[in-house]
């Protein structure tokens, strides 16, 4: 993952031409990112992302010979691809396979409509180690993964549910799921981002999970967060 003094190294896998060109254009006008490699295919996705060393993918869910969710569960699984972190990007913010990547190891969604200010953002904020969530199709993600039935996609062998975590840890997952990032659950709890940081570190390493957007999932899932509570 980029230190913060280098770019941000971008792999961008969709399988339209125009797309990728139109996202390549974008990434290269930021400064503080550059596009390593580009895929057509889930597959390509996957070895490109193992060659390049890329710190961030942009992947589409719908893509031939492999798609996004199953070439995010590839690199999700693969312990030398353990840094690498996965923006989805969907053409519907209804699309149903949002939360089928997101326990696949997606590190958040976007739908494709996003202002192309918005996007940059994004990927500054996943590759930070922030999950990110869609505002507008957040609420309806929660609804399916309250709806979906227990290991649909699966977490992975080591995910478990929040019974092990501390009062204050608890907490924590709780403001996680709802979307608060560091520096804002400091503020909620009077400590400092730092400290909430470490919570939230210690967090993933409890439960088993590689990122924040899957802390998400727990929470609802495991019923800690309800919706619209």
């Known amino acids: 993952m980029s230190t913060g003094t280098e770019p941000i190294r971008v792999l961008l896998a969709d399988d339209q031409t125009l797309v990728r060109s139109a996202f390549a254009m974008l990434v290269e006008s930021a400064k503080d990112m550059e596009v390593v490699g580009e895929a057509a295919t889930g597959r390509e996705a996957v070895e490109l992302a193992r060659s390049v060393r890329a710190d961030l993918i942009v992947m589409d869910i719908r893509m031939p010979d492999l798609d996004g ?3 995010t569960r590839l690199i999700a699984a693969d312990d030398a691809l353990a840094r690498v972190k996965v923006l989805v990007l969907t053409t519907y913010d209804s699309d149903e396979n949002i939360v089928s990547a997101l326990r696949a190891g997606a590190a958040g969604f976007l739908v494709k409509d996003t202002r192309p200010a918005d996007l940059l953002d994004a990927i500054r904020t996943v590759a930070a180690g922030e999950a990110l969530l869609s505002p507008g199709p957040t609420a309806r993600l929660i ?7 227990p290991g649909v996609g699966g977490m992975g062998a080591g995910a478990g549910g929040p019974e092990g975590l501390s009062a204050r840890e608890r907490e924590v ?7 608060l990032n560091n ?10 981002p730092l400290t909430a940081k470490t919570h939230v570190s210690r967090i993933m390493g409890k439960l088993g999970v590689r990122d924040r957007a899957q802390l998400v ?3 609802y899932e495991s019923g800690l967060v309800k919706a619209g509570g």
């Open 69 to 71: 969710i199953e070439a």
């Open 143 to 149: 609804a399916r993964v309250l709806a979906a039935p």
């Open 173 to 179: 997952l709780v403001l996680v799921a709802r979307g």
């Open 183 to 192: 520096a804002e659950i400091g503020g909620a709890l009077g400590v400092s």
């Open 217 to 219: 999932v727990v929470a």
